[in-house]
């Protein structure tokens, strides 16, 4: 396994850019893994996901934060697969401010919930917990240069950073 390098840690971005919704794998106590998808914004590398306060994601974080993700773009053909997968730490956002520069970031991102807030349907914030996912290590899918096409890399924490 490499280490990232900025030209990967780029392509990595550009995916993270595109795309909307992640797979979002977490561990229940009872040993099996719970896999759902969310919608997610990023800062560099770091991603943040809302889910329910008293949902089954919530407290299977609690019980353990080791998470694994997937996120897939759009393709037409086989050769146009494109994505990343990664194992992470999840963490639950907390502090006001935090929470506002993710609400934005979202808001940024999903601009329906300009609509929903306008339309008097705002997102039931007060239900919803933040959380910050950190990749520890990333795979980069990229069947463009191949069929099959696999790159795997450790994240170091200052990859991570925020651009």
Sequence with gaps: MDNLHTAARDRILAILSAG???TLATLRP????QATTVSYVNQG???YAGVGLDSQKARNIAYCPKVSLTINLPYTNW???RGISAAATATIVNGADALERVAALMVHKFPEIK???AA???PGWGSVLVLRIVPQVVSL???SVEFGHTELYAVP???CAAD
Excluded: R, S
Aim: charged share 15%; hydrophobic share 35%.
């Design 20 to 22: 909307a919704d992640l």
């Design 30 to 33: 009872d040993g099996y893994p």
């Design 45 to 47: 590398l770091v991603l």
């Design 79 to 81: 050769n146009g697969i």
């Design 115 to 117: 609509h929903m807030q």
């Design 120 to 122: 008097g349907n705002p």
């Design 141 to 143: 899918l990229d069947y």
């Design 157 to 159: 924490p200052e990859a």
